[in-house]
């Protein structure tokens, strides 16, 4: 089951410049930043109540944000969704027929646990999976 929403990830262009727009514009301070070097990005998250707004900077042109932002320029990257167990959720999508991107769960920033699950079959929207530590 997914429990909430987690955070909403928002592909940019220019992170400080996003950083400090998104500052002005929530009226809060970031509370982390992160380099997650394996999915080529860098992300700072706003804590909004119980989920976060998640800025992501690529790292580089050939990385998933750096090629969705050549493909589709800035916006809405994925949406991630709380769960209390991302191993048990993916063995129930994928038996439910739904696409994970991972195929088994992995490191996400803030020592969270993480898994994607295919846009196709989810709207056309990246869908992250984040277990707290
Ligand atoms: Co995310």
């Not at 410049?17 to 998104?22: D, F, G, I, L, T």
């Not at 804590?47 to 932002?69: E, H, K, N, S, W």
């Not at 992995?106 to 277990?131: D, K, N, Y």
Request: aromatic share 6%; hydrophobic share 40%.
């Amino acid at each position: 089951m997914f429990e909430r929403i987690d955070h909403v990830g928002i592909a940019v262009p220019d992170l400080d410049a996003a950083v400090e727009r998104y500052r002005r514009a929530l009226g809060a301070e970031p509370v982390h930043r992160e380099r997650v070097e394996d999915q080529g990005v860098e992300e700072v998250l706003f804590r909004l109540g119980d989920g976060y707004v998640q800025l992501l900077g690529a790292l580089g042109p050939d990385t998933p944000v750096g090629r969705f932002l050549e493909r589709r320029g800035p916006g809405v990257h994925h949406v991630g969704y709380r769960v209390a167990d991302v191993a048990r959720e993916l063995e129930r999508l994928r038996a439910a027929g739904f696409r994970p991107v991972d195929e088994a769960p992995r490191r996400g920033s803030r020592g969270t646990t993480i898994a994607f699950l295919h846009p196709a079959g989810m709207e056309g929207v990246l869908v992250e999976l984040v277990q707290e530590p």
